[in-house]
């Protein structure tokens, strides 16, 4: 069995920063690209940070510049720094992790962790 756990969320207020964390364990033989989403109320889920095996990064332009993804591959861990925060940041943030269990590559979904960001 493969985990994927969020942590790190909470309430900040505009302006401040964040740092989401990331773990997966279980049966891991490999992971490729690790992200992570989020999902705002009524809205559809959507790709916030990617960072590839090959530590290749990508962001939407919403957060770019603002968001930092990176991994720790001893650790199994990746992070999202999140700076300069605003409120239409606010959402439940998913860790996704494409992993190879010893059967196949399959994605695995963390619960998610609340964002919130208001004054």
């Known amino acids: 069995q493969v985990q994927v756990v969020e942590s790190g969320g909470g309430l900040v207020q505009p302006g401040g920063s964040l740092r989401l964390s990331c773990a997966a364990s279980?049966?891991?033989?490999?992971?490729?690209?690790m992200a992570w989403y989020r999902q705002a109320p009524g809205k559809q889920r959507e790709l916030v940070a990617q960072?590839?095996?090959?530590?290749?990064?990508n962001y939407p332009d919403s957060v770019k510049g603002r968001f930092t993804i990176s991994r720790d591959n001893t650790k199994r861990t990746v992070y999202l720094q999140m700076n300069s925060l605003k409120p239409e940041d606010t959402a439940v943030y998913y860790c996704?992790?494409?992993?190879?269990?010893?059967?196949?590559?399959?994605?695995?979904w963390g619960q998610g962790t609340q964002v919130t960001v208001s004054s």
């Open positions: 960072i590839f095996a090959s530590d290749n990064t």
């Open positions: 279980g049966r891991i033989f490999s992971i490729d690209v």
């Open positions: 996704n992790g494409l992993i190879y269990d010893g059967s196949a590559w399959k994605n695995y």
